[in-house]
């Protein structure tokens, strides 16, 4: 794929639609702020305290995602609490990914159950927030089709798993066929992380020559990043490329 058809792809254009959902007070507003790194949602203990979504933009492992924070699904009667769960049912839909929350301490409700039957068969990662606040080595029980579910637990309040979650999404997204745009296939994150192993490699090579290390070390992170961006082009490392460099350099001679 070129690099032209790359840009023109989803994930560069509108970015990874990621949407946090749960039932009120599981942690939605807290986890947006790790992700974004910044206080930008309001926390409370009170639930509910998000009427309305909230748009952030960040990068991933190198993906530009938008992370949307929705108002918490319930049984609403307030007109503007109706209003903001309308618009969370809204970027569900939208979204490439959900990060469908849920309360360790709560386990799980009929309230979260019901939110899954929503969201069931969608591209869907399960987080457990609050695990601070569960006995060392307790599990959550899960039923149905969240046992199937990629998990991760997580404390957002006191900024543990975070990383982990992020890994996480990075793998859902390489493993998702239908993070396309149109006809255009995405050649995927694996790709862009190839050519960053590449530019690493060939930094590294740089690094040995400078300093003063034999040709041999030099020739194999060249010979690695050769390989690597075969990858990407469905080529094999040719021996002819090889010999040329192993003769320039005369190793073993």
């Known amino acids: 794929a070129s690099v032209q058809a790359y840009d023109s792809g989803h994930l560069l254009r509108d970015g990874l639609q990621i949407v946090v959902v749960g039932r009120p007070n599981v942690g939605k507003s807290s986890l947006m702020n790790r992700l974004i790194n910044k206080e930008r949602a309001i926390v409370t203990e009170l639930p509910g305290t998000t009427r309305d979504a909230i748009e952030e933009t960040v990068s991933i492992s190198g993906i530009p995602a938008v992370i949307t924070d929705t108002a918490g699904l319930h049984s609403a009667v307030e007109p503007v609490e109706v209003l903001g769960i309308r618009k969370t049912h809204e970027s569900i839909q939208n979204a490439d990914l959900i990060l469908f929350l849920v309360a360790a301490d709560d386990g799980l409700t009929d309230a979260d159950l019901d939110i899954y039957r929503e969201i069931q068969g969608r591209s869907v990662i399960l987080v457990i927030n609050k695990q601070d606040l569960m006995v060392a080595g307790a599990r959550l029980a899960l039923k149905n089709g969240l046992r199937a579910l990629p998990t991760v637990m997580l404390s957002a309040k006191f900024n543990q798993g975070i990383d982990r979650l992020k890994e996480t999404i990075v793998q859902q997204v390489m493993q998702d066929p239908n993070m396309v745009a149109g006809d255009v296939t995405i ?48 080529q094999d490392t040719g021996e002819d490329v090889l010999d040329q460099i192993f003769d320039r350099f005369c190793i073993g001679k």
Do not use: K, T, W
Not at 216 to 223: P, Y
């Open 187 to 234: 050649p995927q994150v694996r790709h862009l992380q190839i050519f960053v192993e590449c530019l690493n490699l060939i930094e590294n090579a740089m690094q040995e020559m400078h300093n003063g290390l034999g040709p041999e070390m030099f020739v194999s992170h060249l010979q690695r990043a050769y390989d690597q961006l075969g990858q990407v082009l469905g």
